[in-house]
């Protein structure tokens, strides 16, 4: 294979891949997500599509929309407790929209470090024939997210029932050779298990995973847990979604400035879409910070942002009567976290260990006071970061959206082993 092979194209897509890989210069950095609301109206006309997409993957995320998780014991240190109350969740609650994302390699690139995955990403909704449990929390949580429950009423795919064609979609996910990426994935492989195949769940987690084990075929590629790899191979200090999207989509800009192995992603031009998908098609703004890793700092950040939200994505004290004043920003706390390491690294004085610390030692040298001077504005405090929008992350926690940051994550962490040996790493999935 040459130093800068060409993948085959994406079936059903070859005028979008054959222009966005014709050239082996690099592409811009990914600012938003393109997403195709999957619907009631529009479900007959846009399957097909969806099919080759699983199909031709090679990685595919999935992610649910619930109405509810039930109790306290999904925190509990004990396994089997928390999946005792998936299981009653699972019996309880329903799916109200899958969120599937196919990523398919069409460049690799040793020379510019980089693979580049073309990408295309499903909102599902789903609506239950058979009565189910809404949790006011659930639904205040969707509702903040954008979540259109009007829409979801009126145009939600039943998925019970034989013949189901969410069943075959299914079976189509299992039999391919993609590799199935999922976050904190007991939950979703649970409710997909009891509502796609309405069969009881076992009372053990143990026969849980046997049961699942005999669904998936024995050539299957591994399944990949972005939240694992965040916790025990990249060792980030929160391990949430949107906190591991966030910080592998900035590391993966760093890499991009710095030559060093990256992800580049596409999503097909509309000009090359089916008038269907075109109308389907919403997209969710994830830019990163302007001037981003060089962006300014409110000097004091680490006064007001909460450390129990940076920590876990959410806070109880937010939503109680007397609420949190702290700054519930997620980019907010990795600004944190990367000040954290570089300040680390400045005193090792040895070589830098951090993707930021590198990019910073090329610019201001091993001079310490100098990185504070190039990163902080004094001037800029956080109640001007609080009247600011950073960023204009919305829609985020829909399922389509979800599905694409849990692949995104799983294939950045995985990059070196991917370019290196074209497979996931087996040892730490």
Not at 170 to 181: A, I, Q, R, Y
Not at 364 to 374: S, V
Not at 376 to 400: C, I, M, P, S
Request: charged letters at 25%; proline letters at 3%; hydrophobic letters at 35%.
């Amino acid at each position: 294979m040459s130093e800068d092979s060409k993948i085959d194209n994406q079936p059903g897509n070859e005028s979008e891949s054959s222009s966005a890989t014709s050239s082996t210069d690099s592409i811009p950095p990914f600012s938003e997500i393109q997403i195709i609301e999957v619907n009631r109206e529009n479900f007959s006309k846009i399957w097909p599509y969806l099919l080759v997409c699983v199909k031709s993957a090679d990685f595919i995320g999935i992610d649910l929309e619930l109405s509810g998780l039930g109790g306290q014991g999904l925190r509990s240190k004990d396994v089997q407790e928390r999946y005792k109350t998936i299981r009653e969740a699972a019996h309880t609650r329903s799916i109200l929209s899958i969120g599937i994302a196919t990523m398919k390699l069409t460049h690799k690139s040793e020379k510019r470090r980089a693979l580049r995955y073309e990408t295309q990403v499903f909102n599902l909704l789903t609506l239950s024939e058979k009565p189910f449990t809404i949790e006011p929390s659930a639904l205040q949580f969707l509702a903040k997210h954008s979540f259109d429950f009007n829409r979801l009423i009126q145009s939600g795919v039943q998925f019970q029932g034989t013949n189901c064609p969410l069943k075959t979609l299914f079976h189509e996910l299992l039999g391919s050779s993609s590799t199935l990426c999922l976050h904190n994935g007991l939950i979703d492989l649970a409710f997909l298990y009891k509502q796609m195949y309405g069969v009881e769940l076992p009372e053990t987690l143990d026969e849980l995973v046997n049961n699942l084990s005999d669904l998936f075929p024995e050539d299957y590629l591994p399944v990949a847990d972005s939240k694992y790899l965040a916790e025990y191979q990249t060792r980030y200090k929160a391990s949430y979604l949107e906190y591991v999207f966030r910080r592998t989509q900035g590391d993966n800009e760093i890499e991009r400035q710095s030559k060093r192995y990256h992800l580049e992603i596409v999503f097909p031009s509309p000009e090359n879409k089916m008038k269907v998908l075109k109308e389907a098609t919403e997209s969710v703004d994830v830019r990163l910070p302007e001037g981003f890793p060089d962006h300014a700092i409110p000097i004091d950040l680490h006064i007001h942002t909460c450390k129990y939200f940076a920590a876990h994505g959410f806070c109880h004290a937010h939503r109680s009567e007397k609420g949190c004043k702290m700054l519930h920003d997620v980019d907010a706390a990795i600004d944190l976290q990367r000040i954290k390491e570089n300040k680390k690294a400045f005193r090792r004085k040895r070589r830098y260990n951090n993707v930021v610390a590198e990019s910073v030692a090329e610019k201001t040298g091993t001079d310490e006071e100098a990185w504070k001077n190039a990163k902080f504005q004094e001037k800029l405090l956080t109640r001007d970061f609080r009247e600011q929008k950073r960023n204009v992350v919305t829609g985020l926690h829909r399922a389509g959206v979800d599905a694409f940051m849990t692949v995104f994550a799983v294939i950045y962490q995985q990059r070196r082993t991917l370019m290196t040996e074209d497979s996931v790493d087996l040892q730490v999935l």
